[in-house]
């Protein structure tokens, strides 16, 4: 059955079994269970992709115009009670969260989220990531405070049985490890990955997906851009915050081999889990292309392009056609890309 991918309030899903890592994102007007859509497949290894120039710790994107050009340092939590959040409306799987031994959740708010949790300590570690990658998202995207102004909520789940009985409760399908609902983020920090311990990789995934709902409101991406963009800045943010080589937090794309024109049509997950990692690694390396071989502050220029909407060669030619010859002086170094 085809799932139409809707704006704002597409869910992406992280799921424990015999891959490391799933994601997923469906309509929420859909009555089936999702199909399975792996972010990435493996877990991370040297690229051959060439070093992307990041930012170094603790500085702004190049050419990026934030209020804030520093990264958040400290990130105090300000317990409080539900009723004097700051923003009280959740969505229905937020409901069905906090329904559950509702006596136990504490919650707090940092400068950007609400956060939801059992106990401080992980509470406090997802928040500091969170912060991070808004900050970073917003920082690449040049994005300004008031378009992500409104706190989002975050869901800490830190027990299996209770995380298994949210799930039950939700149309998400029972091997979820973390996922993402429009602006909201429901996260299992002890079963994000097979080691037990939580995955900053899925959560900066997640949390891209979170803060691109906040900052295009109403603005649906294409399935190739906002996959694409959020297993790169995934692996950017972690390789930022710990001054580190961006090459260790990227996947080697062997399977990025789908010709473009198909890429630009997809509007629907394939089926079968090769074809679903051809999908995702074929959208990070041309994100990753634009990112490391044209200049990186030009993407939100790009993706406004997209979004009006553009064709994809349209938008290359119009934000990046001073540093090309043409479209196949493109598609010449696009194609050398990773190789």
């Known amino acids: 059955m085809k799932v139409a991918l809707l704006p704002k309030i597409s869910r992406c899903l992280a799921l424990v079994g015999i891959l490391p890592l799933f994601q997923f994102e469906v309509s929420a007007q859909s009555s089936v269970a999702p199909r399975a859509t792996p972010s990435s497949l493996f877990p991370p290894r040297p690229s051959a992709t060439p070093k992307s120039s990041l930012p170094a710790r603790g500085s702004a994107l190049p050419g990026a115009s934030t209020e804030q050009t520093q990264p958040p340092r400290e990130v105090p939590l300000v317990e409080k009670k539900f009723d004097e959040l700051s923003n009280t409306k959740v969505g229905d799987d937020g409901k069905t969260a906090l329904a559950i031994a509702p006596e136990k959740w504490k919650h707090a708010e940092t400068e950007n989220f609400i956060l939801h949790y059992r106990r401080v300590t992980e509470a406090q570690k997802v928040a500091r990531e969170v912060e991070y ?77 979170a803060v691109i709902a906040r900052i ?17 800045m995934g692996g950017a ?12 937090y990227q996947t080697a794309l062997s399977r ?36 490391t071989d ?24 119009e934000v990046y056609g001073d540093k090309l010859k ?6 010449k170094r696009y194609e050398r890309f990773g190789k």
């Open 326 to 331: 043409d479209w196949a002086d493109f598609e």
């Open 216 to 232: 295009y409101r109403g603005k649906r991406w294409p399935l190739w851009l906002n996959e694409g963009f959020a297993e790169y």
């Open 133 to 209: 990658d808004l900050w970073f998202v917003a920082t690449t995207l040049g994005a300004k405070k008031e378009q992500y102004s409104r706190k989002s909520h975050v869901y800490v789940f830190e027990d299996e049985e209770e995380w298994k009985t949210f799930l039950g409760k939700t149309d998400a399908p029972a091997w979820s490890a973390s996922f993402a609902f429009g602006d909201e983020l429901f996260l299992n920090v002890r079963r994000a990955n097979d080691t037990g311990r939580f995955n900053s990789s899925t959560l900066a995934h997640e949390t891209t997906h």
């Open 256 to 291: 990025a081999d789908l010709p473009l024109p198909v890429l630009e049509q997809m509007q629907e997950y394939p089926q079968g889990e090769l074809a679903v990692s051809t999908l995702y690694q074929t959208s990070e390396r041309f994100v990753r292309f634009l990112m």
């Open 294 to 317: 044209l200049p990186k502050d030009r993407i939100s220029k790009f993706i406004d392009a997209i979004l009006e909407p553009k064709p994809m060669q349209a938008a290359v030619m």
């Open 237 to 248: 943010s972690i390789a930022t915050r710990k001054g580190q080589s961006l090459k260790r």
